[in-house]
C-alpha cells in the first residue's frame, strides 16, 4: 500500500550506474534454468525430440499429467497491466517489470514457487481477461499485481469464475491477509475479540475492499470504510458498483461524517489510502487503540505521533516494527494452493494463512512484535502448509 | 520436420514412472532462479519494495532503459498454440508445453537466452497476434513454434509488422537457415554453385515454404516444390494463397506432374512433409545428387537406400550422420539478435546465420560431415557473432 505519487516528480528518475540499485537491477533480477542436468545427445534425445513426442502424446491422452511432467505444478504467472504500479500508478507495463521480477524472486526465494513476470500491454477488461484466460494452460497458478481499481474486482472475479486454476489480485488479499494475522495479534495483546472491535478504513480501492471482506468474513465486529470524500454510507449518491456494495454491508452504526469524525471511540484504525489523518484523530480513539497506516512511504500518521495514543502501531516500512507486507502472505498461499492442487483460493484458505502467520509470533507477541518480520523463514513452509491442509479438508 | 503422426496411435501414450524420458520430465525441465544472490532485508528493499520504485520510474520515463533494468533483453517467449507440434499434430497448449520446455533449455544451455514457455489456449489468427501483441512488454524475442500452416505465416506477418522486437517462427525459418547451411557444403563438397542447382522440395507447409524462401534468396538456380497433390504450378487450381504465391516464383521449368517425376534429373531433394519418396525416382536423380529426406522419425526415403546413388545424404535424425537440426540455429540467431537489439530478424541476418554454421564444418568437410553436431559448442557463438555484426552493418 504506497501512497508516494504525489512525490513522484520529486527527482530525476534517470537510471544511475553507480547507484547500487540500478546497479543491483542491470540484467534483470531472475533468469531461466535448466533442471535436468548437463546438456549431451542423450538429454537432447530425451527432453526434446524425438523423447518428448511420447510425454505430449501421454499429456493429449491425460490433460491432468500436465501437472506431473511440467513445471506447470510449480509455476505461476504474475501478470499486471502496469495501471497501478506500487504508489506510482499508471507507469505502464514495462516499467512494471522490475517490481514483477521482484515478485518473481520473492515467489522463488520463499515458497519455492517459479513465478514468471507477465506485463500485459492492454487495458480493457474484456481484453485482460481474455488474455490471461489464453495463457492458463502454461501454468499453475495467476497472481493478479498492480491493476487498478475497480477493473480489478471484475478482472478477478471473471478469472476465478472460468479457469480451473488459483487466481489471485495480490494487491487486495495479500494485503488484507497480513492485516488479518497482525490484527487477531494485536487483539490478543490488548485482550479483546475481534468481534468486539469497531474498526474504522480509510481507502476503498483495491486492498481496502479485501482488508474489509477479510476482517468480516474473520468476525470483526463492526467496520466502516471512508474514501476521500468521507466514509461510505447506503445513502451516499457517488458511489460506484463496488462502493455501493460496500456501503450495504459494512458501517452497521450508520455513520456519515469525515474519516475522522468516525475515529472517535474506534477500536482500530486501518489505513490503505495515501492520506493523512491527524495527532487529534487517533487521540480520540478508544483505549489501547489499534492503528495500521500501511501507506508507503508515508504512512497516514508517523508511527511516532501514533506511538503516544495507540497500543499497537503497525506500518508497511521496514524500518519500523510491525511492517505489513505482502510478502508474508503470496509465496505460502500459493505453494500451499499448488501442492494440493486447488482449483481456487477460497477466503477460508485466506483466513488459516492469516492466523499460520499470526501464529508464528506465538509467544513472543508484543507491542513493537504482533507480526512476523517480512523474511522470517518460518513464516511461508507454516503459511503453506495451513493452505495445504485447508484444501484437503474441503475436499 | 516430423512424419510420426500417422504413428501416433501405435502405442498406449500413458505415463510411466519406470520410462527414463517420463523421469526426467517429472516436474518440469526448467525453473525461474534469482540473479542478485541471498535474500536479505538489504536486498529485499532494494530488488523490490522501496528501493525498486526509482527503476520503475527511470523506465517510465524512459522507456529503452528497460532493456538495462530488466530481464527483458535476454528473454524470449516461446509461443505455441498447440495445433502443429513436433509430428503429432493438433495435441492442444497443455501438451505442447513439455516442447516448449524442451526449447527454453536448448535456448539456455546453447544461446544463454531466457525463454518462457507459452502455451496459449487460443485458435484464431486474430486473437494469437492479439495476445502475443499485448505480452510483448515482457520480452525482447518471441519465438513462434508448432503453429500449423497456413495460419503461421499470417500470423509471422503481423507480428513482424507491428512489434519492434525480433519475432522468428521456428518451424519455418529455423528449419530454412539449417537446410541452407547443409546445402552450401554440400555443394562445396560436390563442386557445384548454388545457382546451378535444379532443387525439388517435398512439402508446402511451414517448413518447405521457407526452405524454399532461403533457397531462392540465396540464389539457387530453379527450386520447384510438391505438395500431396504434385508439382505445384502456375496452373494448378486447387491451390491457396500461400501455395499460389509459391507457384508464381518457382518451378521456372514448368513442371506440372507428381514429386517423383519432377526428381528426374534434379541435382537436389529436400523433403519436409512426412511423405516417402521410391528407390527409382532417388536413382533418377542427376549425378552427385544431394538428398535431405528430414521428416521425421521416418525419413522420405531410408538414408541408407539414398545412399547407393546420392553423394551427400542428411536427414532429421541423430542416429545418421548430417542431421538437419534447428538447434543449430535458433539459440545463436536470437543471442546475436538480442544482443545487437534489432528489432526484427531479417533474410539476410538468416543468411548470415546458415554461412556460419557452414563454416564450422570447414577443412572437416565430407559427405557424412556437411553440417556440424547438434550440440557442438562452437556453432551458438559463432551464429551469434556473425547474427550481431550483420545487425550492426545494416544499422
Redesign the interface.
Known amino acids: 500500500v504506497?501512497s508516494?505519487s504525489e512525490n513522484?516528480g520529486d527527482s530525476a528518475?534517470?537510471?544511475r550506474d553507480d547507484?547500487?540499485?540500478?546497479a543491483?537491477?542491470?540484467?534483470?533480477?531472475?533468469?531461466?534454468?535448466?533442471?535436468?542436468g548437463e546438456?549431451?545427445?542423450a538429454?537432447?534425445?530425451?527432453?526434446?525430440?524425438?523423447?518428448?513426442?511420447?510425454?505430449?502424446?501421454?499429456?493429449?491422452?491425460?490433460?491432468a499429467?500436465?501437472d506431473?511432467?511440467?513445471?506447470?505444478?510449480?509455476?505461476v504467472a504474475v501478470v499486471t497491466d502496469?495501471s497501478a504500479?506500487?504508489?506510482?500508478g499508471d507507469?505502464?507495463?514495462?516499467?512494471?517489470?522490475?517490481?514483477?521480477?521482484?515478485?518473481?524472486?520473492?515467489?522463488?526465494?520463499?515458497g519455492g514457487v517459479?513465478?514468471?513476470?507477465?506485463?500485459?500491454?492492454?487495458r480493457e477488461v474484456d481484453?485482460i481477461v481474455?488474455?490471461v484466460?489464453?495463457?492458463?494452460?502454461?501454468f499453475g497458478g495467476i497472481n493478479l499485481e498492480d491493476i487498478s481499481a475497480p477493473r480489478c474486482f471484475e478482472i478477478e472475479r471473471r478469472l476465478r469464475d472460468t479457469l480451473s486454476i488459483p487466481v489471485f489480485h495480490d494487491d487486495q488479499h495479500g494485503t488484507a491477509v497480513v492485516v488479518l494475522a497482525a490484527l487477531k495479534n494485536a487483539a490478543r495483546l490488548t485482550g479483546r475479540e475481534l468481534r468486539d472491535l469497531r474498526v474504522v478504513m480509510s481507502g476503498a480501492g483495491a486492498a481496502g475492499v479485501a482488508v474489509c471482506a477479510i476482517l468480516q468474513n474473520a468476525g470483526v465486529g463492526d467496520v466502516a470504510v471512508a474514501d476521500r470524500r468521507g466514509i461510505i454510507y447506503s445513502g451516499r449518491t457517488d458511489l460506484n458498483d463496488v462502493k455501493r456494495a460496500l456501503a450495504e454491508r459494512t458501517n452497521s452504526a450508520g455513520l456519515n461524517g469525515t474519516l475522522e469524525e468516525a475515529m472517535a471511540g474506534a477500536d482500530v484504525f486501518v489505513g490503505v489510502s495515501g492520506g493523512h489523518v491527524s495527532e487529534a484523530a487517533v487521540a480520540s480513539m478508544a483505549k489501547d487503540a489499534i492503528v495500521f497506516a500501511l501507506a508507503?512511504?508515508d504512512p497516514e500518521i508517523h508511527p511516532d505521533i501514533a506511538n503516544k495514543y495507540a497500543a499497537v502501531v503497525a506500518t508497511g516500512r521496514?524500518d519500523f516494527p510491525n511492517q505489513i507486507n505482502n510478502?508474508l502472505a503470496f509465496p505460502g498461499i500459493f505453494k500451499g494452493a499448488l501442492t494440493a492442487g486447488s482449483p481456487s483460493i477460497t477466503e477460508q484458505m485466506k483466513v488459516v494463512a492469516a492466523q499460520a502467520i499470526a501464529d508464528v509470533v506465538g509467544d513472543d507477541l508484543a507491542a513493537d512484535y504482533v507480526i512476523p518480520d517480512?523474511?522470517d523463514p518460518r513464516v511461508a513452509p507454516a503459511v503453506a502448509v495451513a493452505v495445504e491442509h485447508c484444501v484437503r479438508r474441503e475436499d
Not at 484466460?133 to 502454461?138: D, F, G, H, K, T
Request: aromatic share 4%.
Open positions: 504506497d508516494s513522484a528518475h534517470t537510471a547507484d547500487p540499485v540500478f543491483l537491477h542491470r540484467g534483470g533480477k531472475v533468469e531461466i534454468r535448466s533442471t535436468v546438456l549431451d545427445a538429454l537432447l534425445s530425451a527432453a526434446y525430440t524425438p523423447g518428448v513426442a511420447e510425454v505430449c502424446l501421454a499429456i493429449a491422452a491425460d490433460p499429467l500436465a506431473i511432467y511440467t513445471w506447470r505444478h510449480h509455476t502496469g504500479v506500487l504508489g506510482l507507469i505502464g507495463p514495462a516499467a512494471a517489470l522490475p517490481v514483477m521480477e521482484g515478485k518473481a524472486l520473492l515467489f522463488k526465494e520463499l517459479d513465478a514468471v513476470p507477465i506485463c500485459l500491454d492492454v481484453d481474455a488474455t484466460q489464453r495463457l492458463a494452460p502454461s508507503n512511504p521496514s510478502v517480512a523474511l
